[in-house]
């Protein structure tokens, strides 16, 4: 995720938000591994990528502390991790940079955790982010990259 202000909105990540119309999404409310600031984060995401707001910008980890009222962006930084190894949060396309054209990296946060066959065929990196976090330093982070690690095909 991003730290800190982008230049130029070309620059910032591109945030969508699935078709369905849920404002608070159940599942997410009920979700019994995602704490409290995970589905506070998500909230915060699925508002701003609400239909009527288009286009999206992930806020950065700054303003994503600012709206949740943490003080750290390591708190924010973990949440977003929960919530993409969670797939409530899916990275469909990274940076791309060809000659002067810049095509930002585009997120979907989803109201319901997407499929794992949908996360890796939209999210190739999802599994070697999953394997990485269930090495972070972080406890909790690891404990959700290691549930979701058993939740991959073989």
């Known amino acids: 995720m991003h730290h800190g ?4 909105d070309e620059q910032r990540a591109l945030l969508f938000r699935d078709g369905h119309a849920a404002v608070i999404p159940d ?26 707001t288009e286009p999206a910008y ?8 600012d709206r949740v ?19 409530w949060l899916t990275v469909c396309q990274r940076s791309l940079r060809a000659g002067n054209r810049c095509w930002p990296t585009a997120y979907v946060i989803h109201t319901a955790p997407l499929g794992i066959r949908d ?9 070697d982010y999953v394997q990485r976090l269930a090495q972070h330093r972080h406890a909790r982070v690891r404990r959700v990259a290691q549930r979701a690690l058993q939740q991959l095909p073989d």
């Open 5 to 8: 202000r982008r230049g130029a």
């Open 27 to 52: 599942a997410l409310l009920e979700d019994r591994v995602l704490e409290p600031i995970d589905k506070i984060v998500a909230l915060v995401l699925l508002r701003r990528a609400s239909p009527g």
């Open 58 to 65: 992930l806020p950065t980890q700054t303003e994503l502390a």
């Open 69 to 87: 009222n943490v003080a750290s962006r390591d708190t924010v930084s973990r949440a977003l991790s929960n919530l993409r190894c969670q797939r």
């Open 119 to 127: 996360t890796l065929h939209l999210d190739p990196g999802y599994a």
